[in-house]
Every structure is written in structure tokens, then in C-alpha cells.
């Protein structure tokens, strides 16, 4: 009978084998997901209190060439399909769902003081774009290309928030940057809407890290960014459903 009950205790102290040895999830994550994960990061440590979340922001295409070469990360969510795709191509991520979408609009200063309606009100103007490697990048030249105008940047920056920021400097005109970024910017710009942004909506996927080193941990937040109350958090911040 002792002997029975000091194996009982022992398997009920043995770790259970799905837990994961850290409780720390590392999360790479588009710059213009910065404020909706910051929050959805503090919904998900305050469901799991022993859980740790890091955030990585960057340009989605220098996230992925980190992770390609072997940056130690747990998830991976990019603002578009093509740049996921490249780090499922390299073997590092699998099976990438799709939890949000944005899409661009013209960010000009408080008042509009140009008068800016559309991208042809853009020609001859200094105009900020992220750079053609990134999503909004991308985004941009698919939007310009679908105008027709003859639009040149004055700018190509690293990823949307550093394109916001030139606006806000007085440096540009104008700057092609997701209706999130230009929502989180307070008033401080105003956002114009265009109609060649339909044809370069960005989807968003995100995907479990082939090497993350807390994976059931890091499904339990791909999960709960999937969740209502990550889809509200992405709502609120301007984001589309899926």
C-alpha cells in the first residue's frame, strides 16, 4: 500500500508530456499588427499567467529572412500570403491561416491641406511608400498600376510605420500606408479612401514556427488571435475578418 501511494505521487509531480518546457512564446509579427498584438498579447498573459509573450515587429520580408535563417521564434504572422509562403516554402512554418485583413489608404495631414481625393491627386506631390519587398510595399505598386497615374515615390521606407513616419515629420506629402496604421495614428493624419484599394486587400496568415520551442503554447495564442476576443481587438483597430 506505501509503496502504491509514493508511485501515485510521483506520477501525479511527473510533468505532463504535452506541457512545454518554457512558458515563453516568441512572436514574429508585421509592424502594422503592432498595437492590435500588443493588446491581444496582454488578453493572452492575462488568461495564462504563467505564460510569457515576446513581440518581434518588423517588415514582414525581414521577419522571414530572420526566421530562415534561423532566428528561434514560436509563431510567425505576416501581412501578406506571399511572404508566408516563402518561410512554408524554406521549411519552417506549416499550414498558415488567414486571421485578418487590411488594406491602404492615402495618409495625408490633419485637414488634408492639398485637397488629396485619390492616387491621381498624388502626381508631382512627395509621396512616402513602403519599400516593394514588403506587403504594403507590394500593395502600393499593385494599387498605382491599377490607377493609371503616373505617380513616383519620393520615399521607399523599410516597412509602414517608418512610411507613417515620414508623413508625420513633414517630410512627405503624402504616404500609401493600411488604414490600421493611419487609425492608430490618433487624428494626427487624415486617412482618404481610393478606390484602387480594393484590388490590393493584403490577407494576413499566421502560422506555428517548425522549431518554436513552446509549441502547445503557441497554438493555445494562434488560437486566441483566431477567438472572438482577438477578433474584436483586430476589429477595433481597423483590421477586416477573414
Do not use: W
Request: with cysteine; proline share 5%; hydrophobic share 50%.
Amino acid at each position: 500500500m506505501a509503496l502504491a501511494t509514493a508511485l501515485l505521487a510521483l506520477t501525479a509531480c511527473a510533468p505532463d508530456a504535452e506541457e512545454d518546457a518554457d512558458n515563453t512564446v516568441t512572436v514574429f509579427a508585421a509592424a502594422s499588427l503592432t498595437k492590435a498584438f500588443t493588446l491581444i498579447a496582454d488578453q493572452f498573459e492575462e488568461e495564462h499567467p504563467r505564460a510569457g509573450i515576446v513581440l518581434n515587429f518588423g517588415g514582414s520580408s525581414t521577419l522571414a529572412t530572420q526566421i530562415t535563417e534561423g532566428a528561434p521564434g514560436d509563431v510567425f504572422a505576416a501581412a501578406d500570403e506571399t511572404t508566408m509562403a516563402g518561410v512554408v516554402d524554406a521549411g519552417a512554418a506549416a499550414d498558415p491561416e488567414t486571421f485578418a485583413r487590411n488594406q491602404l489608404v492615402i495618409a495625408v495631414p490633419e485637414g488634408n491641406p492639398e485637397g488629396i481625393t485619390g492616387l491621381h491627386d498624388l502626381v508631382g506631390l512627395l509621396v512616402a511608400v513602403c519599400a516593394e519587398e514588403v506587403p504594403c510595399g507590394a500593395a502600393a505598386r499593385t494599387a498605382i498600376e491599377a490607377s493609371g497615374a503616373s505617380i513616383t515615390p519620393s520615399t521607399y521606407e523599410p516597412d509602414v510605420k517608418a512610411t507613417l513616419a515620414k508623413l508625420a515629420i513633414n517630410q512627405v506629402d503624402a504616404a500609401l500606408v493600411y488604414r490600421t496604421d493611419a487609425m492608430a495614428a490618433h487624428g494626427a493624419v487624415d486617412a482618404v479612401e481610393f478606390p484602387e484599394s480594393d484590388s490590393a486587400v493584403n490577407a494576413y496568415p499566421i502560422a506555428l514556427l517548425d522549431e518554436a520551442t513552446s509549441p502547445n503554447l503557441a497554438a493555445e495564442f494562434i488560437a486566441h488571435v483566431q477567438s472572438d476576443a482577438g477578433q474584436a481587438v483586430l476589429e477595433a483597430e481597423g483590421f477586416q475578418r477573414p
